[in-house]
Nanobody, 123 residues
């Protein structure tokens, strides 16, 4: 059974920092491309960033470039999202996702999802 569990969300002031974690189990973490998505109130879920299975390539949406960093620790089967200089528009539920197909980059379909962690940016 594949499980993805996010943590680290919370309330943060504009300009502050937050680090999200996603612990996975059930599959060999190191061979899957991973990603973070987010869903703001009243909006569709959107892709934020991904890191390939080889840990050699990352992708970011334009609005978070230079502020967010994605990383992975294969020994701990954990994905991270370091969020710096956060803005009110970063407020959303953040989901980690695992590619359905091993060793695929870029990933075509993310088949496994966590339950999400709420990030609220407000003063």
């Amino acid at each position: 059974q594949v499980e993805l569990t996010e943590s680290g969300g919370g309330l943060v002031q504009p300009g502050g920092s937050l680090r999200l974690s996603c612990v996975t189990s059930g599959r060999t973490f190191s061979i899957y491309t991973m990603a973070w998505f987010r869903q703001a109130p009243g909006k569709e879920r959107e892709f934020v960033t991904s890191i390939n299975y080889a840990n050699t390539r990352t992708y970011f949406i334009e609005s978070v470039k230079g502020r967010f960093t994605i990383s992975r620790d294969n020994a701990k089967s954990t994905l991270y999202l370091q969020m710096n200089s956060v803005r009110p528009e970063d407020t959303a539920v953040y989901y980690c996702a695992q590619c359905q197909t091993p060793a695929q980059s870029p990933c075509e379909t993310y088949g496994y999802w966590g339950q999400g962690t709420q990030v609220t940016v407000s003063s």
